[in-house]
């Protein structure tokens, strides 16, 4: 029962220690063993207390676990307010590339939750997203 038991642990080790050397990570190492081969981060920003109509700047950073480059072709938002410019673009092997986007609040008070879809060239992972979240406030300098 202990050999099976230190057979298993010397896996583990050499699993993680494999992460490190590939990925600087083993959180990467985890995501590769579910199928995946690309990461976003953060996959989720929540902008907290925003002025209405307010225009903010975000930038995330897609992730290839991949040995061979991956296409980002483009992406799709849940409203017009959500916008990215730097796609298409090539996510290099064991690289990565910072996407930025730009965001206007939403000019109405109240909570929003809006969806970035970034899409891939790969048939195991044809999408991504990045989801903002925030509350919308009104201010006196919006109120005009």
């Known amino acids: 029962m202990i050999k099976g038991g230190c057979g298993f642990l010397f896996v583990i080790l ?37 002025p209405c109509g307010e225009r903010k700047k975000l930038s995330f950073r897609v992730k290839n676990l991949a040995a061979e480059p991956v296409h980002l072709l483009g992406a799709n938002s849940s409203c017009s307010c959500l916008v990215t410019n730097d796609l298409p673009t090539i996510v290099p092997a064991n690289g990565s590339c ?25 048939e195991s992972q044809t999408y991504l997203v990045v989801q903002i979240s925030g509350n919308a406030v009104t201010t006196e300098k919006n109120k005009k």
């Open 14 to 50: 050499i699993f993680i220690i494999w992460s490190y050397i590939r990925w600087g990570s083993v959180a990467y190492g985890l995501v590769w063993l579910q199928g995946e081969q690309l990461v976003v981060e953060p996959s989720s920003m929540d902008l907290r207390d925003v």
């Open 98 to 122: 910072e996407i930025h986007a730009e965001f206007v609040v939403p000019s109405e008070a109240g909570k929003f939750t809006k969806d970035l879809v970034v899409y891939s060239e790969l």
